[in-house]
């Protein structure tokens, strides 16, 4: 089985935080030259910094992914780094504001769709402009446990997660054929800060019940995601497209 990203380049958003930055980590020691990308400026070029202080190729970049010119510019200045684009993993999210569908507000449909759901097709849409002229590449998107089952008073987000798994699925059918693999990841529960802003929001005891429910009684780590993003980039997993794969200590199965 090969998973050495030697001489390759990879690219990951919302990578200066939770499983952004462990799944740029691993791409990092297991040879890549890699680009991290996130909005929170600090964050992202202290994160490259540090890869780069270990011997790693790094290049930290800010960028909002719903913005459709900043996307295309961090694909643009990958490419002029480093010269192609063989890995992306679209991380970058954001948890809707908790609501009852009657009261959830369009402002925050509208925020998190644009980030969720269209920040994911603005990077693969520049991406796959790369990857089309090289002929190769491979794609993972950050859905969630979210994108297959429903949420009370997280429609948007569940929704969005959803979506991502559709424009998954359709553009892995388009490039089949070219060389390019497009999957999915549905992620469980798994300890970032983003859980931490669910405990500082008052939802600790929404996600004692999610823990309950997961068959193996614990939460997951970023590098049990990273594992599973770097097997889906690389050539061992060279015959599977268009695939949404959960990495949830089993919550599916229920
Ligand atoms: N942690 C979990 O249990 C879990 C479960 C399922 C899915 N997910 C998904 O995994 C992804 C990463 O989540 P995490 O837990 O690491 O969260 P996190 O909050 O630790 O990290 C998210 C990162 O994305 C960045 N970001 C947010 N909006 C952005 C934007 N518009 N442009 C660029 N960067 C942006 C943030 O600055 C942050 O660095 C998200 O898509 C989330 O929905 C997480």
């Not at 459709?68 to 192609?84: D, L, S």
């Not at 954001?94 to 269209?118: K, Y």
Request: hydrophobic share 45%.
């Amino acid at each position: 089985m090969n998973i050495s990203f030697e001489n390759k380049v990879a690219l990951v958003t919302g990578a200066g935080s939770g499983l952004g930055l462990a799944a740029a980590r691993a791409f990092a020691q297991s040879g890549a030259a890699v680009v991290l990308a996130d909005w929170d400026e600090a964050s992202v070029l202290s994160a490259a910094d540090q890869l780069a202080k270990e011997g790693h190729s790094a290049l930290g970049i800010r960028c909002d992914v719903s913005d459709e010119a900043a996307v295309k510019e961090m694909v643009e200045r990958t490419v002029e780094r480093f010269g192609r684009l063989d890995a992306a993993y679209n991380n970058a999210g954001v948890q809707n504001v908790l609501a009852e569908t009657a009261d959830a507000t369009r402002e925050d449909f509208d925020r998190v769709m644009s980030i969720n759901l269209r920040g994911v097709w603005n990077c693969m849409k520049f991406e796959l402009q790369q990857m089309r002229k090289q002929g190769s590449g491979s794609i993972v998107n950050c859905s969630s446990l979210g994108g297959l089952v429903g949420g009370a008073e997280r429609g948007t987000y569940h929704a969005a997660k959803h979506g991502v798994l559709g424009l998954t699925k359709s553009a892995a059918l388009e490039y089949a054929a070219r060389g390019i693999r497009i999957n999915a990841i549905c992620p469980g529960l798994i300890w970032t800060p983003m859980a931490d802003q669910m405990v500082a929001s008052g939802q600790a005891d929404a996600l004692n019940a999610l823990l309950n429910a997961v068959p193996m009684g614990r939460y997951g780590r970023p590098e049990e995601i990273a594992d599973m993003v770097l097997f889906l980039c690389s050539e061992a997993s060279s015959y599977v497209s268009g695939q949404s794969i959960s990495v949830d200590g089993g919550f599916i199965m229920r």
